[in-house]
């Protein structure tokens, strides 16, 4: 009660709040000068969308519309049209940038590692059009910021689950010919 009364009575925490306030004013500000000293984008970063590529070449993207129905801005679009062989064929992918909250949502979803937030994060035009990302646009996405080396690195480290993800444990309660099948291919 009585620091309670000291308190009220002699403000300290205004006291505190000033004493905070006039250090602050005594140190150097840290700024970048922005276009000569560029922040390092960290790994995982969620910057411009790109759309996979396969190692042939080939896009990851099969039309599921995962991505689409997880999207809480829905700034997702998939075209899809099916085959001779009755496959989905992905005729159209649009992002609208400008719309998108970049919760990474699309990223967890996709069960074949196709959309990928890059660590770019210099973009911006002066028309909503250039903003507009299409298949074409999103899969040049991948070649210039995630192919290669770099790409595999973002899948190894950030997308999940992976089958190393699903193994049983010892203690784990597993079906007698499951256990048994283990076993016998252990051996």
Known sequence: MIKKMAKKLFLLEIV???????????TRPVTRQYPDEKRPA???FRGLHALA???????????????SAV??????????????DHRKIVDGYDIEVLR?????????ACPYKAVVLTEHFEYSDYTREALFMNKDKLLSNWDNYM??????????????PMSEDFKAHDDQAVF????????????
């Open 16 to 26: 505190k709040a000033m004493g905070l306030t006039f250090r602050m004013m005594l």
């Open 53 to 67: 590529r396969r190692e042939d070449g080939t896009p990851r993207c099969v039309g599921c519309g995962l991505c």
């Open 42 to 44: 960290f790994p995982g």
């Open 71 to 84: 999207c809480p801005s829905r700034c997702i679009h998939v075209y899809t049209s099916e085959g001779a």
């Open 176 to 187: 007698r010919g499951a256990k048994q099948k283990e076993l016998s291919n252990a051996a």
């Open 100 to 108: 998108c909250v970049y919760c990474g949502f699309c990223v967890e």
């Open 147 to 160: 192919a290669g080396a770099k790409g595999e690195e973002y899948h190894k480290r950030f997308w999940r």
